[in-house]
């Protein structure tokens, strides 16, 4: 069946530093991809998604690029914030379309001044 | 648009009584999801519905649990006899339905705690 899989928790780093989250998935066809955001004290927010091979997703700084070759859609940002701190979240939605989300365990990020 | 709300936010209840939670998806919404929550995990699907139609129910949705979407509207999940498994944060999202991708919009959840 489809899965996804994070890169442990949690990372800390200092502001103005580089991210990566690591991020692979397992599924048939061609599914989407999507980042999602969880903010201390708030719910989901989707960050940033892409539908197809090579398709680079982008928000707030943040990049991801759909790579099929090696199943990955790592998240990226050139230089965090303090407000970055979060927890993220990779997930699917494999190719049959139903829409049923497949999540990854998430990855605690914080961010230190 | 108000996004998708949901009530109570919080519930504490204790082992062996039902509890009802309640969704309000975004109002042209076709699409209403249920996920679950434990902590430090990713959410995990529960069921979901197209309009009014209930179209798919995870193994994880044991006979305890029921779902409604009366009027193609809001959406209920009922939980009976609840067992201290059963805490988790319950997560509720729409989607428009048929877009490729379907992006979802979740609420702030429920959070239970079974004692």
């Known amino acids: 069946g489809n899965s996804v899989t994070q890169m442990e928790g949690p990372v800390t780093l200092s502001e103005e530093a580089f991210l990566t989250i690591n991020c692979t998935y397992t599924?048939?066809?061609?599914?989407?991809l999507f980042w999602y955001v969880q903010y201390p004290g708030e719910g989901l927010q989707l960050l940033l998604k892409?539908?197809?091979?090579?398709d680079k997703g982008s928000n707030k700084g943040f990049e991801a690029t759909y790579r099929k070759e090696t199943t990955s859609f790592h998240l990226e940002k050139g230089s965090v914030q303090v407000s970055d701190s979060a927890v993220y979240f990779c997930?699917?939605?494999?190719?049959?379309?139903?829409?049923?989300?497949?999540f990854g365990q998430g990855t605690t990020l914080q961010v230190k001044p | 648009d108000t996004g998708v709300s949901q009530d109570p936010r919080h519930k504490i209840t204790k082992r062996g009584q039902n509890v009802t939670f309640r969704c309000d998806p975004i109002?042209?919404?076709?699409?209403l999801y249920w996920y679950r929550q434990t902590l430090g995990q990713g959410p995990e699907f529960l069921t979901y519905?197209?309009?009014?139609?209930?179209?798919?129910k995870s193994r994880l949705l044991s006979d305890r649990f029921s779902a409604e979407r009366p009027k193609g509207s809001f959406s209920t999940l009922e939980i009976q006899r609840t067992e201290q498994g059963d805490s988790a944060m319950y997560l509720c999202?729409?989607?428009?339905?048929?877009?490729?991708?379907?992006?979802?919009?979740f609420g702030p959840g429920t959070r239970l705690t079974v004692l």
């Open positions: 999202a729409s989607s428009l339905g048929g877009g490729v991708p379907d992006t979802q919009y």
């Open positions: 599924a048939t066809g061609y599914p989407s």
């Open positions: 892409a539908t197809k091979a090579d």
């Open positions: 997930a699917l939605i494999g190719s049959s379309n139903t829409g049923k989300l497949i």
């Open positions: 109002s042209e919404h076709n699409r």
């Open positions: 519905f197209q309009n009014e139609a209930q179209l798919e």
